[in-house]
């Protein structure tokens, strides 16, 4: 393995539940009698993108008001995430650290392949404590043609890590991600969060909740020269 590439923001920390927060406060401001619980929104974000899920949730029930658009929605939306993410200081992920510690002991190339926006990103790592320098590559939506569970982002993650699909590994929190790494050629460890734990994820190699855990993950380490000790 010469690469291991983290897909969306949630492989890193969770930040699911700040974003359903950001939604419901955004419908709330807005005037929209809408509101996603928990449940709803495990079902709504098996599909990516968060202006389309709101076109697809008003065409199911209705209810967006005459004159605003799911594009006035989303960007609310996403101004308010921002708060929320710059005001707190989020955890990584179970195993994320040792990942990322393992992978720069053994000189193994670290990408961050999302689709999401630079400035998701940027709050995400501040808020996160992450260097962004410990990642060789990281994309954003302004840079590939297509959301997963398109494989553009991996391709491009690919080639400008100049390595091969056969000698990398993904790990991803939903399905659109799984399907995404795999189609590109990509081995795929399975990382769900709280809201994605049901997603269908059959292609993946493994499934787990702390990236410590992975059988695939320790056996690797262990075979360049053994785990480090904490």
């Known amino acids: 393995m010469k690469a291991i ?32 619980g928990e449940e709803e929104y495990r079902r709504l974000i098996v599909e990516t993108g968060g202006e389309s899920r709101i076109d ?11 004159g605003t658009s799911s594009g006035q929605v989303h ?30 002991f053994n000189n193994i190339k670290l990408a961050f392949a999302t689709t999401t926006s630079r400035k998701n990103i940027e709050i995400l790592l501040s808020s996160t404590g992450l260097d962004p320098s410990i990642f060789d590559i990281i994309s954003n939506r302004a840079l590939v043609e297509a959301p997963k569970p398109e494989p553009v982002v991996y391709q491009y993650c690919l080639k400008k890590l ?18 995404a790494a795999v189609s590109a050629g990509i081995k795929c460890v399975a990382f769900p969060n709280e809201f ?5 994820y059959l292609e993946a190699i493994e499934k787990t909740d702390d990236l410590r855990e992975s059988a695939y993950l320790s056996a690797f380490f262990a075979s360049q020269g053994g785990l480090i000790k904490n």
């Open 5 to 36: 590439i983290f897909g969306g923001i949630g492989t890193i920390a969770n930040t699911s539940y700040l974003q359903r927060k950001a939604f419901n406060t955004a419908f709330e401001q807005l005037s929209i009698e809408w509101h996603w």
């Open 56 to 66: 697809q949730y008003n065409e199911k029930y209705g209810g967006l008001p005459k």
């Open 75 to 104: 960007e609310l939306k996403s101004n308010l995430f921002h708060n929320f993410m710059n005001n707190s200081k989020l955890p990584l992920r179970r195993g994320v650290k040792w990942v990322l510690d393992h992978a720069k």
């Open 162 to 179: 100049n390595v091969c699909a056969k000698n990398s590994l993904a790990i991803e929190d939903a399905s659109s991600g799984v399907k």
């Open 196 to 200: 994605t734990a049901n997603h269908n």
